[in-house]
């Protein structure tokens, strides 16, 4: 039997949220667009206010109650899991009984529904692939005001197919039930110095055929370029207590490697040949500081680091700092006062295959000034492509992830980087993640994104349009 979670009656609790949910649903009127009563989001394009045929919008539905873990079946090594519920959340609970979701996307708030409908990836995706590819079936609240059950090969298989990368246009999910790993309470780690992007992507490749570097398991692989002479691959391989304790390098510490206090993770990756954190920490590691972003805030610097309350140091918090700056216009607002250019936002993930790595980033470099760069590589492991996001199933791809701002030079205009970004992409026979700006002709965006199987779908379980499309959603920000 399944071991609920610290909520006491987790499955009848969840009956009570879904009910709520759909009680919301049916107070939209006739007309109006639905969607999500949702105060946070890892989006970084622009977004409209809800569409509505007439009237004020509707103030949206309430997802309130579907933020938890309903179960973890340790046996079975799955877990169900509410759409709302943040990997933060399930982590916590799962790591408690040595179980860890097969993919834990970088950043916190993340949420499993999320991850699921717009992709999500993190260094153990060379190994497992990427989230949507552990799960089991998935509960949605269709457009139409429906609850079903999508499987891989039930009635509702091609909603379960198509789900991943699109965006809530096809529905949300309620519950998830994923497989999970098995974890201990360490994670060991290897920074491997390149000096050529080719010899860091043999590696790649070794590993992803092997599973092993210089005869050690790697159960997680990522990167940073911080210039296209300095490259490290972060390798990583899970290990008990006895052995963390032989690898920590200062004799008698009991506590490993810690980055939520002075330290920054992605500079210990140049200075460091081997490191040791806890799990938890390891999962973690780079939403402490966003990565590097939260160096424009000025938390690198010691003074501003030490009086920065812990507990603010975290993706979300920054989320809303930059999302304040965009609602008042301050940084632009402060470039115009200054005389200086105006910036463009360039926050894109793309995945290029292994052997257009070299190509991709050699453009990349030269074109767009913007380091460090994050690296992450990915297999899918299904048999065949899921449509909305058709890479090729058993080929490695890596994941190109940059976060930042360029100036947009005389003559040109915002947004003339993005799609210089989209071009190259497409020409090294890469995908671009639909979190951020888009700017792609209907056309284009159809070939790239599911198309005709997208398009057969969208009218089976949304035939009035209640939610937008995938188009409206990812280019025009509805």
């Not at 667009?33 to 009237?55: D, I």
């Not at 002075?262 to 210990?268: E, F, I, K, L, T």
Request: hydrophobic fraction near 40%; include cysteine.
């Amino acid at each position: 039997m399944p071991t609920l979670s610290p909520r006491a009656s987790g499955h009848d609790q969840h009956e009570e949220a879904v009910a709520a949910l759909l009680a919301s649903y049916a107070t939209v009127p006739p007309g109006h667009r639905v969607h999500l009563a949702k105060r946070t989001t890892n989006l970084f394009r622009s977004r409209e206010a809800p569409g509505t045929a007439a009237g004020a919008p509707h103030p949206g539905l309430d997802v309130s109650g579907l933020t938890h873990v309903i179960a973890v079946d340790g046996a079975a090594g799955t877990a169900d899991v509410q759409g709302m519920c943040t990997y933060e959340q399930l982590v916590a609970v799962t790591l408690r009984r040595g179980l860890v979701p097969t993919v834990v996307p970088q950043l916190r708030t993340i949420t499993v529904g999320g991850a699921l409908a717009g992709l999500g990836i993190e260094s153990t995706s060379l190994r497992n692939g990427l989230p949507h590819e552990a799960v089991l079936e998935l509960d949605v609240l269709t457009p139409d005001g429906r609850i079903v059950t999508a499987t891989p090969h039930g009635e509702h298989a091609d909603l379960f197919r198509a789900f991943p990368n699109s965006y809530g246009t096809l529905g949300y999910a309620t519950r998830v039930r994923l497989r999970l790993d098995r974890a201990t309470g360490f994670v060991a780690t290897r920074n491997l110095r390149f000096a050529t992007v080719p010899e860091l992507a043999a590696a790649i490749g070794e590993i992803g055929d092997t599973g092993h570097w210089d005869g050690e398991q790697v159960d997680f692989c990522d990167g940073v370029l911080f210039d296209r002479a300095d490259l490290v691959l972060c390798l990583g391989r899970y290990v008990d207590r006895a052995e963390a304790r032989t690898l920590v390098e200062l004799p008698g510490v009991d506590v490993p490697s810690d980055y939520t206090g002075q330290h920054v993770y992605y500079r210990s990756l140049r200075s460091r040949a081997t490191d040791v954190l806890r799990t938890e920490e390891y999962l973690w590691r780079w939403d402490t500081d966003w990565f590097w972003c939260a160096r424009a805030l000025g938390l690198e610097h010691p003074v501003v680091r030490a009086l920065w309350p812990r507990r603010w140091r975290r993706s979300d918090v920054y989320r809303r700092i930059v999302a304040l700056d965009e609602r008042l216009d301050l940084t632009g607002t402060l470039a115009d006062l200054r005389h200086r250019p105006r910036r463009e936002r360039v926050v894109q993930d793309v995945e290029v295959p292994l052997d257009e790595l070299d190509g991709f980033l050699d453009w990349f470099t030269a074109a767009v000034p913007m380091l460090p760069v994050w690296l992450c590589p990915l297999r899918l492991h299904a048999p065949e492509p899921w449509p909305l996001y058709p890479m090729q199933a058993g080929r490695t791809y890596v994941n190109v992830g940059f976060w930042g701002t360029v100036p947009i030079e005389p003559g040109h205009r915002d947004g003339d980087v993005n799609r210089a970004v989209e071009d190259a992409v497409a020409a090294h026979g890469g995908h671009k993640s639909l979190y951020s700006t888009s700017g792609y002709d209907a056309d284009t965006f159809a070939a790239l994104y599911g198309g005709e199987v997208y398009t057969r779908v969208k009218r089976r379980y949304d035939p009035q349009g209640r939610l937008a499309t995938l188009y409206e959603k990812a280019v025009h920000g509805a």
